[in-house]
């Protein structure tokens, strides 16, 4: 996409540029609806292993929370290294309700949601005055620091030690005996993330994302308010990856700080997933996801038993890979080759 297409541009300009493959939020809910009719079918087709359920779980876990991660740090461009912060935020939370006063995970998801967009808020408000590799170090100091204070305040976090969640059956615990309805609560949270980031993608706030991402300074020239477009986009952001934190949380129950705060499996997990997928684009997460969670669970398998670590080896020689030759990630190339072939047959 062109800086000019990340622009706020009047509603003649927006209906001549459709023209040219520039979409309406309306269209993106029917191409989800496609998306998930296609997911729901695979889902049902594997219903009865539970070996592939458990992969698809995941994956459908972890396309969500990198499209969560996607609308600040693909559409505004700030590469926060601090989300397992709010990942474990709604983890935590959701245990303590759950464990101390009974508390339903369903319900737990609001206040999780408020409790990471109000301590995103506090994170990213100094940070936010740093820019490019500046803001993402800090985001990794942050990260680093909540991993020693879960360590620390055992009567939360359960410390080392971590805290194991009872075993009690039920659609209102979010526990569930079978896989399938793991993976389908996976796909419903994964479709509802889809939706959000949609709907930001292409209203204001999206536009305005894009334009700081572009040229921060020739947006703040432009009329936009540049401190506050980044915090909604990071509140946001936050909010639905603390709901991941919590169906995370009542998937595995248990849960410690290496498990929530690691940067390789939580923090850069994200950013690798949209980065290989297509940073900045509506579906790069999810396809990063479908390509990554499954290799990743077969380069543990074979490789890592022998050789410890040795799965992140390749998966960091992936990175680079597509670092060097897609720049977009895969949709992003997709997207660039789709562009070229129609100038081609307008001449």
Not at 144 to 160: C, I, K, M, Q, W
Not at 324 to 338: D, H, M, P, Q, T
């Amino acid at each position: 996409m062109s800086r000019t297409d990340t622009l706020p541009m009047p509603a003649s300009a927006l209906k001549a540029k459709s023209v040219t493959g520039l979409t309406t939020f309306d269209t993106e809910l029917v191409r989800i609806a496609a998306v998930a009719i296609v997911l729901l079918g695979c889902t049902w087709l594997l219903s009865g292993q539970p070996f592939y359920m458990n992969i698809l779980s995941y994956t459908f876990l972890f396309a969500a929370l990198a499209t969560s991660w996607n609308i600040i740090g693909g559409y505004g461009g700030q590469f926060s290294l601090a989300h397992g912060v709010y990942f474990a935020i709604g983890a935590y939370l959701a245990g303590n309700l759950y464990i101390r006063f009974g508390l339903s995970p369903w319900i737990a998801l609001v206040p999780a949601a408020l409790a990471a967009a109000i301590a995103a808020a506090l994170i990213c408000w100094p940070l936010f005055r740093l820019k490019g590799k500046f803001f993402g170090i800090a985001t990794l100091a942050v990260s680093e620091v909540a991993f020693v204070l879960a360590n620390y305040f055992d009567s939360l976090t359960g410390g080392p030690r971590g805290m194991s969640l009872p075993f009690k059956a039920g659609f209102s615990n979010m526990i569930f005996t079978n896989r399938f309805s793991y993976a389908l609560l996976m796909l419903g949270f994964l479709i509802f993330c889809l939706i959000v980031s949609g709907f930001v993608y292409r209203t204001r706030l999206g536009y305005y994302l894009q334009a700081v991402r572009d040229d921060q300074d020739a947006a703040q020239a432009s009329g936009i308010d540049v401190l506050y477009v980044k915090m909604t986009g990071m509140a946001l952001s936050a909010a639905l990856t603390a709901m991941g934190g919590v169906f995370f949380a009542l998937y595995l129950r248990f849960i410690d700080p290496p498990t929530l705060l690691s940067l390789p499996d939580i923090g850069v997990r994200f950013l690798l997933i949209s980065l290989i997928g297509g940073v900045g684009t509506l579906f790069g997460p999810l396809v990063g996801a479908l390509l990554i969670v499954p290799v990743e669970f077969y380069l543990r398998a074979t490789i890592g038993g022998s050789i410890p670590g040795g799965h992140l080896v390749v998966l960091g020689a992936v990175l680079i890979l597509c670092s060097l030759f897609l720049k977009r990630g895969i949709v992003g190339a997709v997207e660039s080759a789709w562009q070229s072939i129609r100038r081609r047959r307008h001449g």
